[in-house]
């Protein structure tokens, strides 16, 4: 578990998030190192919000102090890599259809080429209109 900051609004158990890292308007803040200390491109749940606030530079007012814990999110991987508790390196799809109905999972929000990432259970093969052999799988 990690304590973070969060918008107030968004401090609510249950509630998750793909932290994408720091803002400009964090620097020079003195809250930086409690806020900013999570991994970039992971996904979060809040698991608790604690009775305290403190005023954010973001323009979102008052920031919580919330209990997190990362979560693995689904991605596509190929399937000769798909063994569950191996760890990867990421290489998005490159097959240039925006219109799959598999395309968010094939191109994950914060996931970059070259991100190690541990299959915590594959979900089982995908139908991938390119040809490419795929499984779906829960990824940290």
Do not use: W
């Given at each position: ?18 932290y ?12 930086r ?8 491109g ?31 999110s ?7 890599s ?7 390196t990421y ?10 109905p ?10 970059s ?9 594959t ?16 990824v940290?």
């Amino acid at each position: 578990m990690a304590i973070t900051l969060v918008s107030v609004a968004q401090a609510r158990a249950g509630r998750r998030f793909v932290y994408l890292g720091p803002q400009p308007e964090c620097e020079g803040c003195r809250l930086r190192r409690a806020c900013l200390n999570l991994e970039e491109g992971s996904t979060y749940e809040i698991v608790g919000v604690r009775p305290v606030s403190h005023e954010c530079a973001l323009g979102e007012g008052a920031s919580a102090v919330a209990e997190v814990e990362r979560v693995p999110s689904e991605s596509s991987v190929p399937k000769r890599s798909a063994i569950e508790g191996s760890v990867i390196t990421y290489k998005g799809i490159r097959c240039g259809r925006p219109g799959c109905p598999s395309y968010r999972v094939c191109h994950p929000h914060g996931a970059s080429d070259g991100d190690k990432r541990s299959i915590v259970e594959t979900l089982g093969d995908m139908d991938c209109p390119a040809g490419e052999k795929l499984v779906l799988a829960r990824v940290l």
